[in-house]
């Protein structure tokens, strides 16, 4: 079984971190640097996949039966990864849009 409390933090972290580095791209598509641009999303993907790995176990350990309680934290563990998924969308059409 999950400890919750360790799987929260560790998606609010890696989605954080991800969210984090989005935005440090775009700063660098902004300065004319769109190879650090591409290559920091990158970085940041790395962070998602970890954050969205933790997810996945998750749900998987719910089965849909609602084993796992919904709590606040929870629920703001969710919003940070999702917030952080709309940021590498973004970003990327972004630095597209720099580099043109």
Request: aromatic share 4%.
């Amino acid at each position: 079984m999950i400890d919750l409390e360790e799987a929260v933090m560790e998606i609010i972290v890696n989605a954080g971190q991800s969210r984090s580095l989005c935005f440090e791209a775009l700063q660098a598509a902004r300065d004319g640097s769109i190879d650090r641009a591409r290559s920091l999303l990158v970085e940041a993907d790395g962070f998602a996949r970890q954050a969205h790995k933790m997810q996945t176990r998750l749900i998987e350990q719910d089965a849909g039966e609602g084993r796992q309680p919904m709590t606040l934290i929870m629920v703001h563990a969710q919003d940070h990864l999702m917030t952080s998924m709309l940021a590498r969308e973004l970003s990327e059409e972004i630095i597209h849009l720099y580099q043109r």
